[in-house]
């Protein structure tokens, strides 16, 4: 004995497909929306229009910047071309890339090469080292640094 597929059965196959889908669509947004950080600018063509010469001043300075955590201390390093650069750190914001519920603002003090802050023990994975600091002559510098924590 072979069951028929009549059409109410085919549209109950389309209902079933098209909820799914239309459910994973909405929790996929749901959880973007959740995670998104917020708004970076309020008026990007005003930031547009100094976009490039901020760029330009920046690259200018030659600097070479990095970071890593040991133990529970963040190291900043900030180069140029005659050696470690010790610059005024106006904001840093040490975070995940995907949401804003671990970020940390550290406290750097120099200690004659670089900068060092004490933190608490974070997480394996990615993190940013969201800066933004003025060189010794005036001129700002902002730059998203990637620090990647071992498991």
Do not use: C
Request: without cysteine.
């Amino acid at each position: 004995m072979t069951k028929q597929l009549t059409g109410w059965h085919v549209l109950a196959i389309f209902g079933a497909a098209f909820t799914v889908i239309i459910g994973v669509n909405l929790t996929l947004a749901f959880q973007a929306v959740a995670t998104f950080p917020g708004l970076e600018t309020r008026n990007s063509y005003v930031v547009s229009q100094a976009f490039d010469d901020d760029r330009s001043a920046q690259e200018a300075l030659g600097w070479t910047v990095s970071a890593d955590v040991t133990d529970e201390e963040l190291h900043l390093l900030i180069d140029d071309a005659i050696g470690p650069v010790v610059a005024h750190i106006k904001s840093a914001t040490l975070g995940r890339a995907t949401h804003v519920g671990e970020d940390i603002t550290p406290e750097f003090l120099h200690d004659g090469t670089r900068f060092v802050a004490d933190i608490p023990a974070l997480g394996a994975g990615n993190w940013n080292l969201r800066l933004a600091a003025e060189a010794p002559d005036g001129t700002a510098f902002r730059q998203r640094v990637i620090v990647r924590i071992a498991p």
